[in-house]
């Protein structure tokens, strides 16, 4: 049974069902809580990656409604792969810890492959074995392209690392991921991505600000929601009776870097979403365009821009980003600084 008060399950259910097709797919629950992460991902059914990544067959659209944080997130990870290709290697090695349906980690060989590097090797892994069953299938025509070595696994990343020392070019861990995890194992987690980690580790989080969220799902499907931010416990009643409960940590920017700062090179530390998710049009209610929407997304991009990094506007912001450089990495690092 789930400890409300530690850490998660890590039961991986293996024998539930995996729906491919279109349209809802949610496996029918009853009405007791589901206090397994893995669990929960694995009953988001395909429905989940459209949600959380917009659509499957366009990885490069972002357009979904976590565009803008997707667009700015995308820019760091591509600047990186570009970088690392423009400095002279040939290789790439990549890590997606928490990698969901694996889109982001799709991105990144589409990328790397497109390129030039000779030899691409990726590993995603994630407690939910529904969402690693969709990733495989998703990246299968990847998987044979020569030079790539891309693999996805069920595992925990409260676990050891099977990689090697300093043998990872670029690890992220991205959205939710760190925010299921206990914080009292935080410390060490972090030191075993140190550990395997060469050049970048890009991570990102919910601050104790952000809007609320359902995670498998559109908030519009929820009736209740409530966080418990002394146990670090959400329970969310969704409209088709559904009931989950389940570990969930909420991060400051400051705590967010204290469990970095030690073994990394802080790059980058700023908030993602300030403004755009809250001035974005329903299109339920609101027309699609309507003049000055041009006018309106420049300044929204020159705002985001002036308080990304201000300590009364960060631990409010939808995610909160994080850059850090292995102190490995022959580049001199630049130390984040949050202006107030």
């Keep these: 049974m789930f400890d409300h008060d530690s850490i998660p399950a890590r039961k991986w259910a293996s024998n539930l069902p995996v729906s491919h097709g279109a349209g809802h797919s949610v496996p029918a629950v009853d009405d007791e809580a589901t206090d397994d992460v893995a669990d929960i991902y694995n009953q988001a059914g395909d429905d989940y990656v459209a949600y959380a990544d917009g659509d499957p ?8 409604m976590h565009a803008y944080a997707d667009r700015c997130v995308w820019a760091v990870l591509e600047k990186k792969l570009t970088d690392l290709r423009a400095s002279g290697a ?4 990549l890590l997606d810890a928490g990698c969901g349906p694996g889109t982001w980690l799709r991105r990144l060989v589409i990328r790397a492959h497109a ?4 030899g691409i090797t990726a590993r995603g892994f994630d407690i939910a074995q529904a969402q690693i069953q969709r990733a495989r299938l998703a990246t299968q025509n990847l998987s044979s392209l020569p030079g790539v070595n891309l693999t996805f696994d069920v595992a925990d990343l409260a676990d050891r690392l099977p990689e090697a020392d300093a043998s990872v070019d670029l690890t992220l861990c991205l959205y939710s991921a760190l925010s ?26 919910r601050p104790i600000g952000s809007t609320p969220t359902a995670f498998v799902d559109s908030i519009e499907k929820v009736r209740r929601l409530k966080q418990d931010h002394v146990r670090d416990r959400c329970e969310i009643d969704l409209s088709d009776g559904r009931h989950i409960a389940f570990s969930f940590h909420q991060f400051t920017a400051v705590e967010l870097l204290n469990y970095f700062a030690s073994g990394f090179d802080i790059e980058d ?6 403004f755009h998710s809250r001035f974005m049009p329903d299109p339920r209610w609101n027309p699609i365009c309507r003049p000055g929407d041009g006018q309106l997304a420049d300044e929204l991009a020159r705002l985001e821009k002036a308080y990304a990094t201000s300590s009364e506007f960060m631990d409010r912001a939808t995610h909160l980003l994080l ?4 102190r490995r990495a022959a580049a001199p690092a630049a130390r984040v600084v949050v202006s107030t």
């Design 180 to 205: 299921h995890l206990p914080v009292a194992r935080l410390p060490d987690i972090s030191k075993e991505i140190v550990r395997v980690t060469s050049g970048y580790f890009i991570t990102t989080v």
């Design 115 to 118: 390129l030039g590097f000779s």
């Design 57 to 64: 067959s366009q990885p490069f659209a972002f357009d979904g």
């Design 323 to 326: 850059v850090a450089r292995s």
């Design 90 to 93: 040939n290789s790439v090695r």
């Design 269 to 274: 530390l700023r908030g993602l979403d300030l």
